[in-house]
């Protein structure tokens, strides 16, 4: 009985959001035009990509030491 609850709760969801990409397809964006007029997009744009960067190599970091520890568990 759970099941159908799941897969109709996803449906509904996945409606509701793509029925919000489509509402927003013909008006501009302020913000963007106001930052990419004066230049603080490559701003935006580099302090966002710097974060997304550290993100993954903390994720890579933390992927390597659970390699290792999983490693000395199966070992002992």
Known sequence: MIKPLKKTVS????????ASGFAQQNQP???ADGLYQSGKIYVVVTVLSVIFAGIIGYLIMIDR???KLEKELKNK
């Open 65 to 67: 030491r659970i390699g």
């Open 29 to 31: 964006v302020e913000m």
């Open 11 to 18: 449906l509904v969801a996945m409606l509701i959001l793509s």
